[in-house]
């Protein structure tokens, strides 16, 4: 037990070392790749945690996703060097002194915390058997606050407006500006025909899991996001232009099954998002395949950027 | 029986841990970038392989086991198709890259 | 000190952190980095309010955890919009700082669109 | 048994934890990349360790992520590096 304590103090002082350096690495680009190396490193702290479903979660957005998006960001903006202007020393003291006083309120918080733990999860176990799953978190997810979920959809769809918004006026309706490699690689080709097949196992593996284990659409989702950008990207195939018809069925079809079960629900177990009793199992297995096919179109075009015009290319 | 078995996990975990300390060791002290792409790599295979052959008697049951060898796999594949990926940027733009 | 908590407190430290570097880092980039380093510290303070509530046969609340996921992702999309944002900065002024008042840092002339 | 998974599990969190610190120092992007590809690695044995330490099966899934994801980041890097307009600009 002593050991494990160990492990984790020396665990945290990593997560702190790393995560600092996120912060006050002099390159954009040292401080992506600290911040990379810091999301693989949640992963394990969660795990820690008895967190699996965050720990799946955390490895594949916060260390994979993210990272490329913000690695392929660092490289676009490397071309404008611009003399990274810093805060005068009093800000940043002053600066410093502030946030150290937010984070020792939050400490306290925590440290402080009333000792009548207040829990969910007891009304969560009860009510479990009822949905058929085997996963408190996809219970919670999908039963117990399923309208968070579904907003959620709602916020990654709107988020993709948003970004697809950004492209100049003749792009519209073009193919995302995601960067691909300069030329054929044979090496990257390789990669790129072999892994996928194993990502996409990976990918329906987690989805079909989620119902009793760890997992579930949003992490089998990612994966398949990442494998079609593998893909973008190793130049096998051309990202669709944001007007393809198929994309955007894709994009959405996770969100309408969801809300015409819900709406469904609403006839015939008397509640908007209520599962008729005896059919809750398969009905949310049904919306977790839909969704993460629609989780995986929208990280993926997320992650793609908006529409670029075709001369600049 | 247990207690073989229990030896072949201790002496494979700790050779694997002593081949990661070989590989960082590598990764810190050699020269220049190819050859610490190469330690790098005995991390991948050897000191990986060797921590999951050694967990391998521990597994529960065979799903338990193939799950395990096809996490080695993957390592292995993907750790050597990237240090390729990566070793063909060195050679092609030179050093600092 | 149980784990739980130490977990905890690294997270209120790294959200001390995110705060400073969105206080104090002029490239957008960077803040965006620094919010996202912000975020992940109240992240990992749910964790500990989760595993709070372990009790026997259940691991930890999963009700915040659940809440966490949805934030992550929650996260990305924001990020994602945010460095479209950035990059779209840069094509349109060729600078890529929200501070008015550095000229140095419109040099890099790359607008063009 | 425990314990002994444990002890080996910090061991390799150390000596990962070690390099890390030390090749996060170094100028070249290259060896950076190399640091987040190690603790790919690394995070993968120690995952795989804990879940045979505490019988939590599921954690092999996460060490399954981590792998996949680990070579995603560094492909992305090499492509970035693909583009002739960005090591023109390199220091």
Known sequence: ?313 | MAFARDLFTVLALVAGALFFLAGTVGLIRFPDQLTRLHALTKVDNLGLGLVILGLLPQADGWFGAFKLVSVWLLVQFSGAVVTQLIAGALRERGPCA | MSDATLFGLCGAALAGLGLYGLVTHPEPLRKILAFNLLGSGVFLVFGFVSRRAATAGVPGDPVPQAMVITAIVVAFAATALAIALVLRLLEQTGRATLSSDDPASATGEKGNS | MDSFLFLIASFILTTVAGSLIVILRRPAEVDRIMAAQLLGTGGVAILLILATATETGPMVDVALMLALFAAFVSVAFVRDVSHPENTAQRR
């Open chain 1, 1 to 313: 037990m002593t050991i494990a304590t160990f492990a984790d103090a020396g665990l945290v002082l990593l997560v702190l070392t790393i995560g600092a350096s996120t912060i006050f690495a002099r390159r954009a680009f040292d401080a992506v790749i600290a911040f990379v190396v810091y999301g693989l490193l949640l992963a394990i702290v969660w795990v820690r945690l008895s967190a699996i479903d965050v720990a799946l979660t955390e490895a594949a957005i916060g260390g994979g996703m993210t990272g490329m998006l913000l690695l392929g960001a660092a490289a676009r903006l490397r071309a404008v060097e611009f003399d990274s202007f810093a805060a005068a020393l009093p800000v940043r003291l002053c600066a410093g002194f502030l946030c150290a006083l937010a984070a020792a309120g939050l400490a306290g918080a925590l440290l402080l915390s009333p000792k009548v733990v207040l829990s969910l999860a007891p009304a969560v176990m009860e009510n479990l058997p009822r949905t058929g799953l085997g996963n408190p978190v996809a219970g919670v997810l999908f039963a117990y606050r399923a309208l968070d979920t579904l907003l959620e959809k709602v916020v990654l769809l709107l988020a993709l407006l948003g970004v697809w918004s950004l492209a100049p006026n003749q792009a519209w309706n073009g193919i995302p500006g995601l960067r691909i490699y300069d030329q054929p690689n044979t090496t990257l080709t390789f990669l790129a025909q072999i892994l996928p097949p194993v990502g996409i196992v990976v990918g329906i593996y987690m989805c079909w899991v989620g119902a009793n284990e760890p997992g579930g659409a949003f992490q089998g989702g990612t994966i398949l996001a990442a494998m079609w950008l593998l893909v973008i990207i190793a130049r096998l195939a051309d990202a669709p232009s944001t007007g393809n018809t198929w994309l955007r069925i894709g994009l959405v079809f996770g969100p309408v099954v969801f809300l015409s079960v819900g709406l469904a629900g609403l006839v015939l177990a008397n509640a908007f998002l209520a599962y008729p009793p005896g059919y809750a199992k398969p009905l949310i297995v049904a919306i977790e395949v839909a969704l993460t096919i629609s989780i995986a179109a929208a990280l993926a075009m997320l992650a793609a950027g908006p529409p670029k015009p075709v001369q600049q290319q």
